[in-house]
C-alpha cells in the first residue's frame, strides 16, 4: 500500500510559525471592540487637520467628561475620535457615539456618524437633543467651521457642552455658546503651534 502522507505538502517550522500569526492577527482584526485595540493604529491625517491629543489627556477629558455626564449619562465626540476611544478605554460599555468625517472610524460600527460640519443638521433625527454632554474639537480654526460646529451641538446636545479649541477662538466659543475659558489645559501628541484650551457652559474643572 502506498503511503498516502507522502503527498501531503509538508510546511516547514518557519511557515508554519508566519501562517499562525496570520490567523492570529486576522481574528484580532475580527474582534468587537474590546476597550483596547480598535482605531488604535489610525494615524493623524493633517490633511483632514487632524492633531491626536497626548495619552494623558486623552484619559483626564475621559474621566471628566464621563464625571459630568454620570455613570448612565450619554457623550457625543465630535471630530474627537481620540476623545471616544479613550472613554471606551475606561469603559467599553459606555453611552458614546463618534461624529467623524474620516471613514476610517466606521470601525467603531454603531457608535461612528459620520458628520460633515458643512452640513450641521445633516444627524440622525434619534440623536437629537440626545447626549448629556457634547464634547467638539472642530477640525479648523475658523469663524465658519466653529460656527457650523456649534449648530451640530446645540442641535444634538440636552445643554452641558464642552469645547476644545484655540485660544484665538475664545471670543467666537464665548458669543455662540456662551463658552466659557477652564483651567484645564489640553495637550497634544504633537506639539501645535496654536495654544488650545478647554470652554465649557458649566464648571467642568470641578470634574478634574
Not at 131 to 137: E, K, L, S
Not at 166 to 193: E, S, T, V
Request: aromatic fraction near 14%.
Amino acid at each position: 500500500m502506498v503511503d498516502v502522507d507522502e503527498d501531503v505538502p509538508q510546511l516547514s517550522a518557519d511557515t508554519f510559525t508566519a501562517l499562525a500569526q496570520f490567523y492570529a492577527e486576522q481574528e484580532e482584526r475580527e474582534k468587537e471592540w474590546d476597550g483596547e485595540n480598535a482605531g488604535s493604529e489610525i494615524k493623524e491625517d493633517w490633511q483632514l487637520s487632524q492633531f491626536w491629543y497626548s495619552s494623558e489627556t486623552g484619559e483626564s477629558l475621559a474621566r471628566m467628561v464621563m464625571a459630568a455626564a454620570g455613570e448612565k449619562g450619554s457623550v457625543a465626540c465630535i471630530s474627537a475620535p481620540t476623545l471616544y476611544k479613550h472613554i471606551k478605554m475606561i469603559n467599553k460599555d459606555y453611552n458614546v457615539k463618534v461624529f467623524e468625517y474620516d471613514k476610517r472610524f466606521s470601525c467603531y460600527g454603531e457608535d461612528f456618524i459620520f458628520y460633515d460640519y458643512k452640513a450641521p443638521l445633516s444627524i440622525p433625527r434619534e440623536l437629537v437633543e440626545n447626549f448629556d454632554i457634547v464634547f467638539a474639537d472642530p477640525p479648523f480654526l475658523s469663524d465658519e467651521c466653529l460656527t457650523k460646529t456649534a449648530v451640530t451641538m446645540k442641535y444634538v446636545g440636552k445643554g452641558r457642552m464642552v469645547l476644545c479649541s484655540g485660544a484665538i477662538m475664545a471670543d467666537m466659543a464665548d458669543r455662540l455658546l456662551n463658552l466659557k475659558l477652564c483651567k484645564f489645559q489640553p495637550q497634544h501628541q504633537n506639539n501645535l503651534a496654536n495654544q488650545f484650551q478647554c470652554f465649557a457652559n458649566f464648571d467642568f474643572d470641578a470634574f478634574d
